[in-house]
């Protein structure tokens, strides 16, 4: 692993002043939460009025659910950015799943304007960060009945039924942490969640970045023996999310890059993301079977190049 990137001066300027930036928001909560509260009307607005006016998206409920209720700093994943240079994840995640979503469901039945007889549809797209705090996990009611095919996966949830009319509820999840545990997992940790993974409190995720700090430093100059056996022992108490992270993280002037690392990883496979939850998607469209269910990235080998949403390092320009 590179432990320092070497850089020229104004790209040192700009991850240094990325860090500042960042410090900046996190000390401006109040301004922060009414980016967001704005942001959650911006994007459904922008979902509802983005495609052919003939599709089912016009009379469908879409919602966005930002699980921290306003309190994440890092409004720029929420909502979309007036200036150009900002890039959204997050708004693009919905937009462009939103539009293969619905065309999917033209492609089975076409609304014709009858709100008793056209597709019932629901969606929620929801906004699950790395860290926070005293969150509400978005609960996804995933019924079940003979007439009812479902897809169960940590990406998004679905059930449809056709009977006695064609009735589609979806979530969709943006979770960072299930995002970092898939690239630990393709980079061969041995570990599987036995629950959802939800944000971790600063204080907690504090920790285990000291932990993982000082033993780094520590084993700077030691030989590689030695040092794969720290990390294996770091690996039995750090969350496997977060040992990928701090382990592709890097250094600028003794500044660990983790949640810098984190946005820019994202940044640089959102589309991979994206391309992830089309497959399952068409999937389930496109199955005759009832039940579907994912547990694990490599669960998906046989609909998605994981290759293609594999990071190796993370790139931060």
């Not at 993974?197 to 030691?222: E, M």
């Not at 500044?255 to 991979?272: K, S, T």
């Given at each position: 692993m ?11 300027i ?18 922060a ?14 979902v509802?009025n ?19 209720g ?19 994840p ?17 492609e ?30 978005f ?34 999840f943006?979770n960072?942490r ?7 997992v ?6 599987s969640?036995t629950?959802t ?6 204080i ?9 700090s ?51 990883a ?5 589309d ?9 998607l ?14 694990s990235i ?10 293609r949403?594999?990071i ?5 320009y």
């Amino acid at each position: 692993m590179k432990r320092q990137h070497n850089l020229d001066t104004p790209k040192s300027i700009v991850r240094r002043t990325y860090v500042q930036i960042d410090r900046f928001i996190r000390s401006h909560r109040t301004v922060a939460i009414a980016f967001v509260v704005a942001s959650i009307l911006i994007v459904a607005f922008a979902v509802k009025n983005s495609y052919s006016v003939g599709s089912c998206q016009k009379q469908a409920s879409i919602r966005i659910i930002d699980e921290t209720g306003g309190r994440d700093p890092k409004t720029r994943y929420i909502y979309p950015s007036p200036d150009r240079r900002v890039d959204s994840p997050f708004y693009n995640y919905v937009t462009k799943i939103s539009k293969h979503f619905f065309l999917k469901i033209d492609e089975i039945e076409k609304c014709k304007g009858d709100k008793i007889s056209d597709p019932q549809i629901e969606l929620a797209f929801v906004y699950r960060p790395l860290i926070s705090r005293q969150i509400q996990p978005f609960n996804f009611d995933l019924k079940k009945s003979n007439d009812t095919k479902y897809i169960d996966s940590p990406w998004l949830k679905l059930t449809m039924t056709k009977s006695p009319k064609l009735v589609v509820r979806t979530a969709f999840f943006w979770n960072e942490r299930q995002f970092l545990f898939d690239q630990s997992v393709l980079s061969g940790a041995r570990a599987s969640p036995t629950e959802t993974l939800l944000p971790i409190d600063r204080i907690i995720y504090t920790k285990f970045l000291r932990d993982y700090s000082v033993n780094d430093d520590a084993t700077l100059s030691a030989s590689k023996e030695v040092r794969a056996a720290v990390l294996t022992d770091l690996a039995k108490r750090i969350p496997a999310d977060l040992m990928w992270l701090f382990l592709h993280s890097g250094k600028l002037d003794g500044l660990r890059l983790d949640e810098m690392g984190m946005d820019r990883a994202i940044e640089q496979q959102v589309d991979r993301y994206i391309d992830l939850t089309k497959a399952l998607l068409n999937r389930r469209f496109e199955s005759i079977q009832t039940e579907q269910r994912y547990s694990s990235i490599l669960n998906l080998k046989q609909l998605f190049d994981l290759d293609r949403y594999r990071i190796g390092r993370i790139r931060y320009y």
